[in-house]
T-cell receptor, first 113, second 114 residues
Framework: AQSVTQLGSHVSVSEGALVLLRCNYS??????LFWYVQYPNQGLQLLLK??????LVKGINGFEAEFKKSETSFHLTKPSAHMSDAAEYFC???????????FGAGTRLFVKA | DAGVTQSPTHLIKTRGQQVTLRCSPK?????VSWYQQALGQGPQFIFQ???????QRGNFPDRFSGHQFPNYSSELNVNALLLGDSALYLC?????????????FGPGTRLTVT
């Protein structure tokens, strides 16, 4: 069965520090992978997506993620955290021939001044 | 260009009641999916509508039903509400030709069941 695991329900970093949010997936077919951000009381906004082209994907707000098939991972990074990055981040996966998107449980990012 | 819109924003219902939530997809999109997001959890897929038919369904009971209209807008109906149905309900739309399965999400409807 397909699934998504986000390691760490909470991550805290200092402003200006590296952000690393971890995501691993389980799939028997090539996946499409996504990272979404959710601010309090809002819907989901797409940060970036992997669709079998370049393995290093650049998204909005300075975020990027690297697809590593051998590790079944799609970790999200940002070189320098900003206070405005504090939010909930969701890794998600979908598949060719499937219609639903499977989400991880989310990682809440805290940014300390 | 309006994105995905949902109504109402918030809703309070009593156990046993029925509720209808509404969604208008992004312009140019004809596929609508509904998700339930319980507090502190990731969104869970309820079902997807395309060409006015339910195309795929997640692991939700028959109390959850939906409809898609010719203008591609959609409704989610929940009957016999339970306390556990309290959640943020998200609507997402996508164009049928999209190969990347990217979805655009609305702001959600916060349902509270008392």
């Amino acid at each position: 069965a397909q699934s998504v695991t986000q390691l760490g329900s909470h991550v805290s970093v200092s402003e200006g520090a590296l952000v690393l949010l971890r995501c691993n997936y389980s799939s028997s077919v090539p996946p499409y992978l996504f990272w979404y951000v959710q601010y309090p009381n809002q819907g989901l906004q797409l940060l970036l997506k992997y669709t079998s082209a370049a393995t290093l994907v650049k998204g909005i707000n300075g975020f990027e993620a690297e697809f590593k098939k051998s590790e079944t991972s799609f970790h999200l990074t940002k070189p320098s955290a900003h206070m405005s990055d504090a939010a909930e981040y969701f890794c998600a996966v979908s598949f060719t021939g499937g219609f639903k998107t499977i989400f991880g449980a989310g990682t809440r990012l805290f940014v300390k001044a | 260009d309006a994105g995905v819109t949902q109504s109402p924003t918030h809703l309070i219902k009593t156990r046993g009641q029925q509720v209808t939530l509404r969604c208008s997809p992004k312009s140019g999109h004809d596929t609508v999916s509904w998700y339930q997001q319980a507090l502190g959890q990731g969104p869970q897929f309820i079902f997807q509508y395309y060409e006015e038919e339910e195309r795929q369904r997640g692991n939700f009971p028959d109390r959850f039903s939906g409809h898609q209209f010719p203008n591609y807008s959609s409704e989610l109906n929940v009957n016999a509400l339970l306390l556990g149905d309290s959640a943020l309900y998200l609507c997402a739309s996508s164009p049928s030709g999209a190969l990347s399965y990217e979805q655009y999400f609305g702001p959600g409807t916060r349902l509270t069941v008392t």
